[in-house]
């Protein structure tokens, strides 16, 4: 059986699969950087940036390899205030700025009462939900920076609706419903060492 190839302009010949390959790759890449299939959806800056959000264990900046991938690979506590009047909910999303994929998203927590001011280390709040995060996993993936160090996003989200996505729910779904209910946020930046 013979494949079909399309021409490149430069006397290259690509095989069909690679060049669907190539274009599902740069769909993942635009749901992953917010917006994409759904419109110029983003969590980056829509939301204000008036939540205050704290973490007991970030020292001048890093995080200790207790949560990373050399460690015990932990979630790491976080606490947080501010959220505004109409809070429905509450949401997480950990990221990689630094990756060279960006974001890489570590976990996405979602369905968070909007009572709640903290994450213990290791846990979740009852009654929360995770979605899929990059590795394609609904759990906290601790980050593991290989050659340098890395600066790690923990944004949480105000919301003013319960998202009540299913616990696993993939990443582009969460995350297109955190940007769409999306009224403040905050963020706390930590580095982590190789």
Partial sequence: MRRRVYGSGRGRRLPVRRTVTAAAGCVLLAIQAGCGLVGATTLQGDAPDIMNVTSPVLSGGVFPARYTCYGARLSPPLHWSGAPGGTKSLALVVDDSDAPITPYIYWI??????????????????????????????????????????????????????????????????????AHAALARGRLTGNVEP
Avoid at 109 to 134: M, Y
Avoid at 147 to 154: A, C, K, L, P
């Fill in 109 to 178: 927590v979602f369905d968070i009462n909007p009572t709640t001011t903290d994450i213990q280390q290791g846990q979740l709040p009852p009654g929360a939900r995770q979605a899929a995060n990059s590795a394609g996993h609904a759990a906290y993936n601790p980050p593991c920076p290989r050659n340098q160090e890395h600066s790690y996003r923990f944004t949480i989200y105000a919301l003013d609706s319960v998202l009540s996505l299913p616990n696993g729910a993939s990443l582009k779904s969460a995350w297109v419903a955190i």
